[in-house]
């Protein structure tokens, strides 16, 4: 029923931008925290950003802060994540996840119920 589907990754050369995007379905994504997640081989699954339910306030972990911009569109439910200044280091599987609890977004993987396949971002020069 609920489904996320991540597309917008790529290849991007160090110091250029793309814009991920979380297309949901089954639900409404205005009444979940939805959050974007990232992971490389052998490491855990970090938390990126997220925007909470309804009241729409965000967060981000402090190294992509000033880089990265969350959001969603209701009418198309659909989540975003705008990337600038991409870093070697932002290298990694793309995630969005969806929590339908009424509280502040979690801040870890575990806490999210629903999740998409992911979206690879390589940033390579």
């Known amino acids: 029923q609920v489904q996320l589907v991540e597309s917008g990754g790529g290849l991007v050369q160090p110091g250029g931008s793309l814009r991920l995007s979380c297309a949901a379905s089954?639900?409404?994504?205005?009444?979940?925290?939805i959050g974007w997640f990232r992971q490389v081989p052998g490491k855990e699954r970090e938390g990126v950003s997220c925007i909470s339910r309804n009241g729409g306030s965000t967060n981000y972990v402090d190294s992509v802060k000033g880089r990265f911009t969350i959001s969603r569109d209701n009418g198309k439910n659909t989540l975003y994540l705008q990337i600038s200044n991409l870093k070697i280091e932002d290298t990694a599987v793309y995630y969005c996840?969806?929590?339908?609890?009424?509280?502040?977004?979690?801040?870890?993987?575990?806490?999210?119920?629903?999740w998409g396949q992911g979206t690879q971002v390589t940033v390579s020069s």
């Open positions: 089954g639900f409404t994504l205005d009444d979940y925290n």
């Open positions: 996840a969806a929590d339908p609890q009424a509280r502040p977004c979690p801040r870890r993987w575990y806490a999210y119920e629903y």
